[in-house]
């Protein structure tokens, strides 16, 4: 019999949430909270019921862990207590037998990534960094989709060069007209220019302080940095823009009805999957982040996956096969950790078309249109 465990450990990423699992909390000050938090000891949330693999027939015994901190204790505390916090949780669910720890949310950020945490353990984990971003790319293209653009004539913009732009370049480039890296150093620009293939090397170019003279004819926009200009702006932006907002924590807030923020998709793994416990998805749901620990855990490789910093683009490609292999299926888009909601991507299609039958109607007065 495989007596093979997973634990996968969370926190509430924002109040609402944390509020939904204590009520109690609500009629407190934020200050008491926090405190009381921080006192709190690392517990079993829930169990992790009814996944099981299309592939092997494998099941996952799995539970959830909580490290009771809210996001914004993780950035503003000390980092050392935030280690400290974290590593106590870890160690707990290594003690209730955990053979692989996936380290979500805003833990996967501790201890350099996961690396400094796996010095204090004897069991491997992963932070999901690389099913997490294998994913966006398909995120992107579904609401370029919904939004029913030519994707021959996209403009692209993106903040941020390293490896996880380089990603979205060679998995997107073809969907796009033309794609605008904003950059002040052009020796970098041109080493992970060089490595591109011929095709997309014709449609990058470079582009520093003038990327404000081009957002009005911009389709998608890409933050893949904590460092965005304090020029940019979301008044400058076209009506329709896409902004994909990786930043950690987020630095888009959706302000305007007529640009659509989103920062990946929602997963929904094979069987009839029940986490028991309300993270901000819809039962049964879960992040790409946590979907890679249970993929691993159905393939019975018990290994650190995705620690650190460092991105390969080839293990993005194969944890992401691997999870379409399990029967992992991607079901919605997703904002500040959140599904969004239909009628939000209505309401963002409808301000396209008003757009498009204004620009109808202005060519026909100017004589432009028959």
């Not at 926009?221 to 990786?246: C, M, Q």
């Not at 999870?323 to 919605?332: D, N, P």
Request: charged share 30%; net charge positive.
């Amino acid at each position: 019999m495989d007596n093979k465990k997973l634990a996968i450990l969370i926190h509430p990423v924002n109040r609402e949430l944390l509020y939904l699992y204590e009520p109690g909390m609500r009629t407190k000050s934020i200050s008491i909270v926090k405190k009381v938090l921080e006192w709190m000891s690392p517990f079993k949330a829930s169990d992790i019921e009814g996944i099981k693999s299309q592939y092997n027939g494998k099941e996952v015994k799995g539970e959830l862990i909580m490290c009771p901190l809210l996001a914004e204790q993780v950035i503003s505390l000390n980092p050392r207590k935030i280690f400290f916090k974290v590593k106590r949780a870890a160690k707990f669910a290594e003690s209730r037998g955990a053979n692989l720890l996936g380290l979500v949310a805003y833990t996967a950020l501790v201890g350099e990534k996961g690396l400094k945490l796996k010095e204090h353990l004897n069991i491997p984990m992963t932070t999901g960094h690389h099913l997490t971003i294998a994913t966006l790319p398909e995120a992107v293209l579904r609401a370029l989709r919904e939004a029913h653009y030519n994707l021959e004539e996209m403009i692209f913009l993106i903040f941020g060069l390293n490896p996880l732009s380089f990603f979205l370049v060679s998995k997107l480039g073809n969907s796009a007209k033309k794609i605008y890296i904003y950059s002040q150093n052009r020796e970098k620009f041109k080493k992970i220019k060089s490595l591109l293939p011929l095709r997309l090397k014709k449609k990058v170019e470079p582009i520093g302080s003038r990327f404000k003279y081009i957002l009005k004819w911009v389709n998608f926009i890409a933050v893949t940095t904590n460092r965005i200009p304090s020029e940019f702006n979301l008044e400058y932006l076209r009506k329709g823009t896409i902004i994909l907002d990786i930043s950690y924590p987020r630095k888009i807030v959706p302000l305007r009805k007529d640009v659509l923020v989103i920062d990946g998709v929602a997963m929904k793994p094979p069987g009839e999957p029940k986490f028991n416990f309300n993270f901000g998805l819809p039962e049964g749901l879960c992040f790409p982040c946590i979907a890679e620990p249970l993929t691993l855990f159905l393939e019975d490789r018990f290994e650190s996956y995705s620690l650190g910093k460092d991105f390969f683009s080839e293990k993005a490609e194969e944890i992401f096969r691997l999870s379409l292999r399990h029967g992992f299926q991607i079901e919605a888009l997703t904002s500040r950790d959140y599904l969004i909601p239909q009628e939000r991507i209505l309401e963002f299609k409808e301000s396209i078309r008003r757009k498009e039958r204004s620009l109808f109607f202005l060519k026909r007065w100017l004589g432009l249109k028959k």
